[in-house]
């Protein structure tokens, strides 16, 4: 079946500018989560959708940045005024529950590179 | 505080060598999951393991095992026989019963496989 997808694939913009990226799910996933990833670094976890509400946004770094999961499938992360240093790759997973206590895992998307000029 | 360690930035080895990724997590919570992720040079993040806390035994699928010893907090990952298309980066990962659903990764090893 179809896996996890994101677009764009590669999103250029300048500094100040406003950015949407989109991740489509694998259908029927409840779990949804979105990560980012800077060069040569580890996915830092950024916020984690448990159907429609976001059950944990600790990890956005700063008011800049939201997401949003309207209908409990296709989610959208949004990054306001954009920064250089907003520059990396946006990761979306999704998974059929939540990963604590249970046996499943994530399944992660291509990515959107986002460079920010 | 959660914390998840891969010394080894890079690795380079020949074809048919048996490879040995190191990984040392931290976390106070006694409930907690560890992960392998493979990310090839596409990009996409690839689950190769998951591993319970309270499940010490070592698994072997393949070429692959990993290698669970919560006395020294470490949960390596060895590649027998590597091959070229094993090349890739391997993180590790760490999700505690506490943490929510905050998967905390590693730097990530770089492994090359040349032939």
């Known amino acids: 079946g179809a896996g996890v997808s994101q677009t764009p694939s590669n999103k250029v913009t300048e500094k100040g500018k406003y950015v949407e990226l989109r991740c489509d799910p694998i259908?029927?996933?409840?779990?949804l989560y979105w990560y980012r990833q800077s060069l040569g670094q580890g996915p830092e976890f950024l916020i984690y959708f448990q159907g429609t509400g976001a059950a944990d946004d600790s990890g956005l770094p700063n008011d800049r940045f939201f997401a949003v999961r309207p209908e409990g499938s296709v989610s959208t992360l949004k990054i306001q005024r954009t920064e250089r240093g907003d520059s990396a790759v946006y990761l979306c997973a999704s998974s059929p529950e939540g990963l604590a206590g249970g046996r499943v895992t994530q399944y992660f998307g291509p990515g959107t590179r986002l460079t920010v000029l | 505080a959660q914390k998840v360690t891969q010394a080894q930035t890079e690795i380079s080895v020949v074809e048919k060598e048996d490879v040995t990724l190191d990984c040392v997590y931290e976390?106070?919570?006694?409930?907690?999951?560890l992960f392998w992720y493979k990310q090839p040079p596409s990009g996409e993040l690839v689950f190769l393991i998951r591993r319970n806390s309270f499940d010490e035994q070592n698994e072997i699928s393949g070429r692959y095992s990993w290698n669970f010893q919560k006395s020294t907090s470490s949960f390596n990952f060895t590649i027998t026989a590597s091959q070229v298309v094993d090349s890739a980066v391997y993180f590790c990962?760490?999700?505690?019963?506490?943490?929510?659903?905050?998967?905390?990764f590693g730097k990530g090893t770089k492994l090359t496989v040349n032939p």
């Open positions: 990962a760490l999700l505690t019963q506490g943490g929510s659903e905050k998967l905390v």
């Open positions: 259908s029927g996933h409840t779990a």
């Open positions: 976390t106070r919570d006694t409930t907690y999951y």
